[in-house]
Nanobody, 117 residues
Framework: QVHLVESGGGPVQPGGSLRLSCKAP????????IGWDRQYPGKQRDMVALITSAGSPTYADSVKGRITISRDNAKNTVYLQMNSLKPEDTAVYYC???????????WGQGTQVTVSS
């Protein structure tokens, strides 16, 4: 059982900022791409951002310029810094890791982000 432990969600006002964190097992984190998806009620999960083991990021068009993904290899943790938040960013955010060796995806339990005045 692979555990991805997320933290940092919560309520925030429009224009505000949040930082999400996700800690993964060291052996998986070091070698693999890790990122964040989000899911609106009744909808499928969509990619928000991901970062490769080499530190190369990719972002969904809807978040470019407002959200930054980073990883701390010493802490086995990936971060999602979200700025200038909008009500449409309200969703459950899931950390995900792709284990290339086993061709297996893993997800965290999800953390709710609510952007509202």
């Amino acid at each position: 059982q692979v555990h991805l432990v997320e933290s940092g969600g919560g309520p925030v006002q429009p224009g505000g900022s949040l930082r999400l964190s996700c800690k993964a097992p060291e052996d998986l984190f070091r070698l693999n791409t890790i990122g964040w998806d989000r899911q609106y009620p009744g909808k499928q999960r969509d990619m928000v951002a991901l970062i490769t083991s080499a530190g190369s990021p990719t972002y969904a068009d809807s978040v470019k310029g407002r959200i930054t993904i980073s990883r701390d290899n010493a802490k086995n943790t990936v971060y999602l810094q979200m700025n200038s938040l909008k009500p449409e960013d309200t969703a459950v955010y899931y950390c995900n890791l792709y284990d290339a060796y086993d061709s297996q995806y893993y997800w965290g339990q999800g953390t709710q982000v609510t952007v509202s005045s």
